[in-house]
């Protein structure tokens, strides 16, 4: 009886968060719209680029935004390829128009596919924009043609790979260098801005994503994760956007350091500037559902017949834990576990070790499945306890049903008389139920968002543990498994409620059948552990009472 309560309000408490979860996502409250009022310094400062073809001049009182453009049409591509990706820069604009994630198939159906972060195709726009504000003649934007010595590069041995773009204004060179390192997925762009001029140069500097929301996901509809903008500021250690909150307004802030990202499920395209400065920030929808994020840098300043560099980074691949903490600071938050985090993160450093240890992610969901379990022994031992005293107490509980027959006051009366003479308390199984609760929904979120776990294989015809089991032997089991633990149990003294107790294996059944199998497998390994315990403390409370 207890067990099946454990599930009951497992199940009610999840459902719960992920409705409140979907809720918070589509009518939550909104993020500021801006900072501060300006100081007279910020009122200088230019408006934030516009939009696709073209960004804000530098206007005076600072309040005028172009009109925005197409993407400009292709100027000719540069290929780079490193063991991890294979990216396409445009020569219009000299920025990155597609990243393809070699080492992450699209499917396990599509082996040789693999997943096209970034693109530049109709309906399925996601692109990165760099360039400077400032003069136009010496200052380029995104969509100023840039040469290139050079259309394919391959990453072959070398420690780095450098991918150099050449600008020239009036009287300016600037030299845009991509660099991108063996096994990593950030991307450092320097500019060398070469004034070759007799006057001093200036300028912004500024980055930014654009997007287009995408097509609805095939996932489990038990699996809402987040698509949309994220962020960090000096105030807000992690702050999500979504693409509704662009539209209402579009939104301003400045912060030291900071980043800005378009997230979604187990991937991200993330602009980082220099964590030295103040960067200002900004957030744009633009017409036919296209999106903007980014920042610009302070001014910057060149002498005449001087050189200067100044640096920035993407990082746009896999949502990969450890990586990103060391990428920027919280950007390993885009690993999104909500509210319950805390206990999240401990329990993907356990999977992890496991996993280090055995070299796959369904054994090492068994092992955590294991440490939890005995972590909670002494509150899941209380329960069972109090679950087979219940057990022992039926026939004096069957007896009492008959003496009363329908007069349930003086039935529940002599009920809690039976309870205190037993030293029962009926309600001794909820405490440990609602403990236990916020791990399992963590435990939930783990296999959801980790992308360590995308498509890991476990045994036999296991080939995706993030995805619901092909031929349900997983829910199947599980199902089982709750039948024996109810056998185990006290039954109702209800019949009604007892042949209604007798449909849940089933129901659960198909309920779990569309659930990841991850964590299905953990339902089945915590369900054979309980089964075990409780037989046990079952076996040993009745043989107290047979002697």
Request: proline share 8%; aromatic share 12%; net charge neutral.
């Amino acid at each position: 009886m207890d067990n099946l309560r454990f599930f009951l309000i497992t199940l009610c408490a999840l459902l719960g968060y992920l409705l409140w979860s979907a809720w918070q996502q589509d009518y939550g409250p909104k993020p500021p719209q801006a900072v501060a009022p300006p100081t007279q310094a910020e009122a200088q400062q230019p408006a934030a680029p516009a939009g696709a073809g073209e960004v804000a001049q530098l206007p005076a009182d600072a309040g005028g935004v172009a009109e925005a453009e197409p993407l400009p049409s292709s100027g000719g591509r540069v290929i780079v390829d490193t063991d991890v990706v294979h990216a396409e820069i445009d020569l219009s604009g000299g920025d990155i128009r597609q990243v393809e994630l070699l080492k992450y198939p699209v499917s396990k159906d599509k082996p040789n596919e693999p997943v096209r972060l970034l693109a530049d195709e109709p309906g399925r726009l996601f692109v990165t924009q760099t360039g400077f504000l400032g003069d136009e003649k010496i200052a380029p934007k995104h969509s100023v043609p840039w040469r290139a010595e050079t259309r394919e590069y391959r990453l072959e041995g070398q420690e780095a790979l450098k991918v150099p773009l050449v600008w020239r204004g009036d009287g300016v060179e600037i030299v845009k260098t991509f660099t991108f390192e063996p096994g990593s997925y950030e991307i450092h762009i320097d500019y060398e801005v070469r004034n070759l001029s007799a006057m001093p140069w200036s300028a912004r500097q500024y980055g930014q994503l654009k997007r287009t929301p995408p097509t609805k996901s095939k996932d489990s509809a038990f699996i809402r994760t987040f698509t949309g903008v994220a962020c960090r500021r000096a105030d807000e250690p992690y702050e999500k956007i979504s693409f509704g909150d662009m539209e209402d307004a579009s939104l301003n802030w400045e912060t030291q350091g900071g980043w800005c990202a378009m997230v979604q499920h187990y991937f991200l395209a993330a602009w980082l500037p220099p964590q030295d400065q103040v960067n200002h920030f900004y957030t744009k929808a633009l017409p036919e559902q296209n999106f903007l994020v980014g920042s610009y840098s302070p001014e910057y300043r060149v002498p005449a017949g001087e050189s200067r560099t100044f640096s920035v980074r993407y990082y746009i691949g896999p949502k990969l834990q450890r990586v990103l903490e060391q990428v920027a600071p919280g950007l390993e938050l885009t690993v999104d576990y909500g509210i319950f985090t805390l206990i999240a993160e401990p329990i993907f450093w356990l999977l992890e070790q496991f996993y280090k240890l055995l070299g796959n992610w369904g054994w090492a969901i068994i092992c955590t499945t294991v440490v939890i379990k005995a972590v909670f022994f002494p509150l899941s031992a209380a329960s069972y306890k109090s679950m087979a005293k219940m057990r022992k107490m039926q026939p004096k509980m069957q007896e009492l049903k008959q003496r009363f027959g329908e007069d349930k006051q003086k039935f529940q009366q002599a009920m809690m008389q039976l309870y205190r003479e037993e030293k029962v308390n009926p309600l001794g199984g909820c405490l440990p139920i609602i403990i236990q609760i916020p791990v399992f929904i963590s435990l939930y979120w783990v296999l959801v968002e980790s992308v360590e776990l995308r498509q890991a294989p476990f045994v036999f015809w296991l080939n995706d543990l993030t995805s619901k089991d092909p031929f349900f032997i997983l829910p199947i089991l599980m199902g089982v498994s709750m039948w024996v633990q109810q056998k185990l149990s006290p039954p109702p003294t209800d019949p009604v409620q007892a042949q209604v107790m007798k449909m849940f294996p089933l129901v659960f059944t198909v309920f779990f059948a569309f659930f990841p199998a991850g964590l299905v497998l953990y339902w089945v390994v915590n369900n054979t552990l309980s089964i075990g315990q409780q037989w046990l403390i079952n076996r040993k409370i009745e043989g107290v009472a047979k002697t």
